[in-house]
Structures are given as C-alpha cells and as structure tokens.
C-alpha cells in the first residue's frame, strides 16, 4: 500500500511538467510582449511625469455624470404611548426580579431596596399580591431583585420570566 501511494505521487508530479500543462499554462497567462509594450507605451505618452498626479486627482475630483435620485421619504411612525407601573403608595418601590435560589425554602425577595429584613408585600402586574420576608442585598436601588419559586409560583408567574414587582411594607 505504501509504495502505491508514492508511486501514485511520482508519477503525478511528473505529469505537472508535461509539455500538456507547460503550453496550456503559457498561453493561458503569458499575453505577447508586444501587447504589453504597446500598452506601456500607451500610458506613458497619456500620463507623463508631471502629469500623472494631476491626473489621478481629476479623476478622484471629477463629478459623477450619473444621476442618483434620493431615497423615497418614509412615513414617520408614532408609537403608542408606554404603560406605566400602578403607582406605589407609600412603598420602598418597584424592582425587576429574577428566579432565586431554589435551594432555600419559603416565600422571600431578597432586594437592595430595605435596609433591614423585614415583612412585607409584592405586588405583580397581573394584580396578585403575596406576603414575603424582604432581605436586604448590597447594590443601588435600580439594580435587580430576586424571588424565591415559593413566591414566584404564589403570584402565578413563570420561573423564566423577569418581572416587575413593586415592593411595599405590610
């Protein structure tokens, strides 16, 4: 098997320095020298020393003799307006809350918005409310919540969605 590959090798190689690929190769990629002094002649007398410069910039500067017609106007849309969060009333606010650890029982958020574990209320937006132990986590008050799946499955919100809860004491 060895020496049919390197057989097989030798005389493919071979085969590359035919007179077969030597003429087509030639022809292929060689133009006549005079073609090729011709046009090197040719460019010469157009673009002399001095002007060849001048030339390239007049053609860089030269303005495009094609017409362009500008795009359409699109109609401009307007949205409409955003639903607003229910206002609060006297609560510590409105945060973003994500699945918790599963791991730890009960019905709990743990949230940068108290200061101190405490009792109180979640609110989601499809008007549930349930009772949770808020702890209090470091970060500012825009940064996220999270919720445990006791609390989660208590508000009737899947445990892959990130709602928005507004939170409030009891």
Excluded: H
Aim: aromatic residues 4%.
């Amino acid at each position: 098997m060895r020496y049919l590959v390197a057989f097989s090798v030798v005389c493919l190689a071979g085969c590359a320095n035919g007179p077969f690929w030597e003429n087509q190769t030639r022809s292929q990629t060689e133009a006549p020298v005079s073609v090729v002094d011709e046009l090197s002649e040719q460019v010469d007398r157009v673009l002399d020393g001095a002007g060849r410069q001048e030339a390239v910039r007049t053609e860089v500067a030269a303005p495009n003799p094609r017409r362009v017609a500008p795009p359409p106007q699109r109609p401009k849309l307007t949205l409409p307006p955003a639903e607003k969060p229910a206002p609060v009333a006297q609560g510590f606010g409105s945060t973003v809350a994500s699945l918790g650890s599963v791991a730890e029982p009960g019905l709990w958020l743990k949230t940068p918005l108290v200061s101190s574990r405490q009792q109180g209320k979640v609110t989601a937006a499809n008007g549930k409310t349930v009772e949770v132990t808020l702890i209090p986590i470091e970060g500012p008050a825009s940064a996220g919540s999270r919720i445990s799946l006791a609390a989660l499955q208590a508000l009737g919100l899947p445990i892959t969605d990130l709602p928005e809860l507004a939170v409030s004491p009891l």
